[in-house]
């Protein structure tokens, strides 16, 4: 089975500055997806950012970009120019072929002004 | 395009009621999933379709809790009787065809079971 780690519960970060989410995860598979959602109070779960195993480059959205770390088992997440709205609970999580979707237990991220 | 729809975003009732919860998954996506997020217990995926068909839903809590998806548009979660231990949010996600990986969910139907 499948396990992902985030051992970060919380974080903190001033406005406009960047910060870096650590994920690490567990498989045997060689072929998988990785992902980074974001949860803000409103409780809506927003998909941030996606991986495939089997790309090298690291993928990036905006502010956003991974490294992708695939010997290491790691998927860390970058947020450059912090914005009070970045403030959520950001949860990796891993699927592959035959699996369920699976969860990290999270981050709190707090962006302050 | 409209994402993941659901109904309704809160819902509080009494112990015993039944209750029903509703999804509309992204037009063209053929992969459902129903989750359940709660404090103590994180995210867990309660059932999944594919094409209509309930493929996996080991993670159904107990016969308490039935899904249908009598068509490709909609889907329905409910509980019955409720319990006080069913308040938590109730996710519904959609995938399409062959990227089942990646999920897009709803915004979710906060329950509270008084």
């Known amino acids: 089975a499948q396990t992902v780690t985030q051992s970060q519960p919380e974080m903190s970060v001033q406005e406009a500055e960047t910060v870096t989410l650590s994920c690490t995860y567990d498989?045997?598979?060689?072929?998988?997806?990785l992902f980074w959602y974001k949860q803000p109070p409103s409780r809506q779960m927003i998909l941030v950012i996606r991986q495939e195993a089997y790309k090298q480059q690291n993928a990036t959205e905006n502010r956003f970009s991974v490294n992708f770390q695939k010997a290491a088992k790691s998927f860390s997440l970058k947020i450059s120019d912090s914005q009070l709205g970045d403030t959520a609970m950001y949860f990796c999580?891993?699927?592959?072929?035959?699996?369920?979707?699976?969860f990290g237990e999270g981050t709190q991220l707090t962006v302050n002004p | 395009d409209a994402g993941v729809i659901q109904s309704p975003r809160h819902e509080v009732t009494e112990m015993g009621q039944e209750v029903t919860l509703r999804c509309k998954p992204i037009s063209g996506h053929n992969s459902l999933f129903w989750y359940r997020q709660t404090m103590m217990r994180g995210l867990e995926l309660l059932i999944y379709?594919?094409?209509?068909?309930?493929?996996?839903d080991s993670g159904m809590p107990e016969d308490r809790f039935s899904a249908k998806m009598p068509n490709a548009s909609f889907s329905t979660l409910k509980i019955q009787p409720s319990e006080p231990r069913d308040s938590a949010v109730y996710f519904c996600?959609?995938?399409?065809?062959?990227?089942?990986?990646?999920?897009?969910f709803g915004p979710g139907t906060r329950l509270l079971v008084l």
């Open positions: 996600a959609s995938s399409l065809g062959r990227r089942q990986e990646t999920q897009y």
């Open positions: 498989t045997s598979e060689s072929n998988y997806y």
């Open positions: 379709f594919n094409n209509n068909v309930p493929i996996d």
């Open positions: 999580a891993f699927w592959t072929s035959g699996s369920r979707l699976t």
